[in-house]
């Protein structure tokens, strides 16, 4: 364990220049020998030096460019892929998946990086042209809320460049299962090769958002009747919490896809951490301290859901660095002196809630009604909602 007192052992080192080196790190036989880190695996400071210096040398060093390289708790967006890493893996993974499929689904407990995944990374990675021809499939994103029909509708209308598809898809799809399907291939016009690329994000919406059964059976079946038409072109990507797996059983043909590509994720890895960490710094051009990852690793004690926390840590250190100095250096010292992941997110919290009014209050408080499906909620979902 690191003496707060100490300075860093390890000497933090600087980015080099025009980053577009992507992809695992990895580092030869200098870190073998991994240790244990509470119950997981993981780095001494002096492996993760090496690590950082791996990452350095595949792209060229250049002064801080003044963005934050965390996210806190916001999701990675398609346009936030230059600084997502740690899930390599797992978007090769699911663009195989893609390849043979017109379905995945991707579960993982709250918080784990479900939809940061997706977007930042499976979907950035298809338009890249991680297939032959994706770059240009359609794509589109929706979450069901409260007119999940009304949803797919503006979808397909926007796709299609008209409002008609979204009058007649709300008008038919109580009776009409093929109504979105039917558009989808009209909006894809000419082209077998073409797809279009539907991600329905916080899919348990559908379970917690939705009062009216016949609209949740009519959503349903919309889906699963594109997603499985004979040559049909639709491919639809889900991501949904793990608590919600079992929900899908009470429908046959939602479980019948389920089965088919069901893809839960875990928490990164000691070296996908490191990646996560290290690597948007270095992008941006900052210093970060191999003590300082350590640390982060050690304190997120291998939990899926720790990530939002280790975000929002981060981008605290990141945010209380750069009023101080104007180019900060993240290191262990200063991050130690604001209490670590679990201190950030309290001070945060604390902070916010005060700052809401009585009514606000009320809303989070888990005995609410309008609360009832949230108290499955972590704590950093309650923060999510009081940002
Ligand atoms: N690869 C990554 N590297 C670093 N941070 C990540 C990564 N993926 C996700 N995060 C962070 O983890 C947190 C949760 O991410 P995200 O919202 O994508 O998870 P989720 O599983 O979809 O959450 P929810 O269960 O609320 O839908 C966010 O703070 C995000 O910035
Ligand atoms: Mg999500």
């Known amino acids: 364990m690191t003496d707060p007192t100490d300075e860093p052992k390890t000497p933090s080192v600087i980015a080099d220049h025009n980053s577009n080196a992507v992809g695992n790190i990895s580092a030869g036989g200098d870190i073998s020998g991994n240790i244990h880190i509470g119950n997981v695996m993981g780095y001494t400071s002096e492996q993760v030096a090496v690590l950082i210096t791996h990452i350095q040398s595949t792209f060229q060093a250049k002064p801080f460019d003044g963005r934050c390289p965390y996210k806190g708790l916001d999701v990675f967006e398609e346009e936030d892929a230059e600084l997502f890493f740690g899930r390599e893996k797992l978007v090769d993974d699911l663009v195989s998946r893609v390849k043979d499929s017109r379905t995945v689904f991707v579960t993982g407990p709250s918080g784990s990086g479900k939809s940061s995944l997706v977007r930042a990374g499976l979907i950035y990675a298809l338009k890249q042209g991680a297939i032959k021809g994706s770059d240009r499939w359609l794509y589109a994103t929706m979450k069901p809320g409260r007119d999940p029909i009304g949803e797919l509708g503006r979808v397909v209308s926007s796709l299609a460049s008209s409002t008609n598809p979204e009058d007649e898809i709300r008008a038919k799809a109580m009776g009409d299962a093929t109504i979105f399907a039917r558009w989808c291939e009209i909006a894809l016009k000419e082209g077998r090769d073409k797809r279009l690329v539907l991600f329905i994000d916080q899919?348990?919406?559908?379970?917690?958002?939705?009062?009216?059964?016949?609209?949740?059976?009519?959503?349903?079946?919309?889906?699963?009747?594109?997603?499985?038409?004979?040559?049909?072109?639709?491919?639809?990507?889900?991501?949904?919490?793990?608590?919600?797996?079992?929900?899908?059983?009470?429908?046959?043909?939602?479980?019948?896809?389920?089965?088919?590509?069901?893809?839960?994720?875990?928490?990164?890895?000691?070296?996908?951490?490191?990646?996560?960490?290290?690597?948007?710094?270095?992008?941006?051009?900052?210093?970060?301290?191999?003590?300082?990852?350590?640390?982060?690793?050690?304190?997120?004690?291998?939990?899926?859901?720790?990530?939002?926390?280790?975000?929002?840590?981060?981008?605290?250190?990141?945010?209380?660095?750069?009023?101080?100095?104007?180019?900060?250096?993240?290191?262990?010292?200063?991050?130690?002196?604001?209490?670590?992941?679990?201190?950030?997110?309290?001070?945060?919290?604390?902070?916010?809630?005060?700052?809401?009014?009585?009514?606000?209050?009320?809303?989070?408080?888990?005995?609410?009604?309008?609360?009832?499906?949230?108290?499955?909620?972590?704590?950093?979902?309650?923060?999510?909602?009081?940002?």
């Open 203 to 387: 899919f348990e919406e559908v379970f917690t958002q939705i009062s009216n059964e016949e609209e949740r059976v009519a959503f349903l079946n919309l889906l699963t009747h594109a997603a499985t038409v004979e040559n049909g072109r639709v491919i639809i990507l889900f991501s949904m919490r793990s608590d919600f797996v079992s929900n899908c059983a009470t429908y046959p043909q939602l479980n019948a896809l389920l089965n088919m590509q069901f893809v839960q994720i875990g928490a990164m890895q000691p070296d996908e951490l490191v990646s996560a960490i290290a690597q948007p710094a270095l992008r941006v051009g900052l210093r970060i301290d191999p003590d300082l990852i350590v640390q982060i690793i050690n304190e997120m004690k291998g939990e899926p859901g720790a990530l939002p926390l280790m975000q929002f840590a981060l981008k605290d250190l990141f945010d209380s660095q750069h009023e101080k100095s104007g180019v900060p250096a993240l290191i262990l010292n200063d991050y130690l002196q604001r209490g670590g992941i679990h201190k950030a997110l309290e001070r945060h919290a604390d902070d916010s809630f005060s700052k809401l009014s009585i009514k606000g209050r009320s809303w989070l408080a888990p005995s609410s009604a309008a609360n009832r499906d949230r108290t499955r909620h972590t704590r950093y979902e309650t923060h999510r909602h009081v940002r």
